[in-house]
């Protein structure tokens, strides 16, 4: 009788236990059939480079959230949240700060949001990231060299027109058959931002500089280039060739600092001007390799020039700036003046008439 009783009280033991361990697991992982939801707030995100941005969304689920992880390895984001302080809600807003890296690449970047119940149940979703390719300014370049852009005097990169948000426009002298250019929106550096052909896909542009390809001119003459940054369409439209009739006979640099005409100081006659040579397949093209600098027996350090049509005053160009020029201004503007010495440095002058376009590469 005894060994029945103790025997009884055993097994009742056991099943206490077991029934309390099946209790207190069931009280560690919760049952949870779905796992939780995501309603993104803000799942395409534009920000600049060294910007902060916010990342948002409402997570809810049946059982209770345990935590949400944000994940992005190519900026070695990787924060698991607890959200067990917060009472395991059934419901949470995230609304997580971040600062796009200065290094950022010009692609979409892709962030990991992912959420997990008390029930270990998880699901996921992407907040898109994308820099701001609604730039000020943009720039044509004809060269990947990143020294042409700060080697040069003035007027590489060529400015162009921005028409509306995301929207720019350039007219564009092909000098020779296949000319290649490209768009940037710095003056001094090609990344992250540089645009040309999409390797995949060629009617489309990639702001990506180290996939972006050229875009190809395949004739001499004038080209209008339209683009768009944010959709990276781009169409280019060939000119007729200007009438000829409307170019000026002759070009002229007026004013001073220039090593090999000691005795130029802002006359306006020969032979205390500069004359540029007319291009041979372009009437209202000019050309000339000249030498900025002090000349021998003067005492100024600075040069200071304007264009004009040889025939006195009547007809002439100033700059838009003194400095750091983009453009010529007929018949307004500033007069141009840059820093010399006694040490001349040459320059190829390239003054388009029918552009309003000059600049002064080193050479």
């Not at 056991?14 to 361990?21: A, H, R, Y």
């Not at 052909?197 to 875009?215: E, H, M, Q, R």
């Not at 010529?328 to 390239?350: D, L, M, R």
């Amino acid at each position: 009788m005894r060994k029945y009783i103790f025997n009884s009280a055993m097994l009742c033991l056991v099943l206490f236990i077991s029934i309390l361990s099946s209790c207190k697991k069931s009280d560690s992982i919760p049952s949870a059939a779905n796992p939780p939801k995501i309603v993104m707030s803000n799942d395409v995100i534009i920000s600049s480079l060294g910007a902060d941005f916010f990342m948002e969304a409402d997570l809810t689920d049946d059982v209770g959230l345990k935590s949400f992880t944000l994940r992005y390895d190519d900026w070695y984001l990787y924060n698991v949240v607890s959200l067990a302080d917060s009472g395991n809600p059934k419901s949470y807003h995230v609304k997580y700060k971040f600062k796009m890296p200065d290094t950022a690449a010009n692609k979409i970047h892709s962030i990991t949001l992912t959420a997990t119940n008390v029930g270990n149940n998880a699901t996921s979703n992407q907040f898109k990231v994308l820099l701001n390719s609604d730039f000020p300014k943009m720039y044509l370049i004809e060269s990947t060299d990143p020294s042409k852009l700060t080697s040069d005097l003035f007027g590489v990169p060529m400015l162009a027109t921005k028409t509306s948000s995301y929207n720019y426009e350039v007219t564009y002298y092909s000098a020779a058959p296949n000319s290649q250019v490209w768009f940037i929106p710095s003056k001094t550096t090609l990344k992250p931002f540089m645009y040309g052909k999409d390797p995949v896909n060629p009617s489309k542009l990639t702001g990506d500089f180290t996939k972006a390809l050229p875009i190809v001119l395949p004739n001499i003459g004038y080209y209008k280039i339209s683009f768009n940054t944010l959709n990276l369409a781009f169409t280019t439209t060939a000119f007729p060739a200007p009438n000829p009739s409307g170019a000026f006979a002759q070009v002229a640099i007026v004013g001073r600092g220039f090593y090999d005409y000691p005795n130029m100081n802002w006359q306006n006659s020969s032979p205390d001007i500069i004359l540029l040579d007319k291009d041979p397949v372009n009437p209202y093209l000019f050309t000339k390799i000249l030498k900025l600098g002090t000349p021998p027996g003067s005492t100024y350090n600075t040069a200071q020039f304007i264009l004009t049509t040889n025939n006195g005053w009547t007809d002439f160009w100033r700059f838009d700036n003194a400095g750091d020029p983009d453009n010529t201004i007929f018949s307004g503007g500033v007069n141009a003046e840059f820093t010399i010495s006694t040490t001349p440095v040459n320059y190829k002058v390239t003054f388009d008439s029918y552009l309003n376009n000059c600049k002064f590469e080193r050479k």
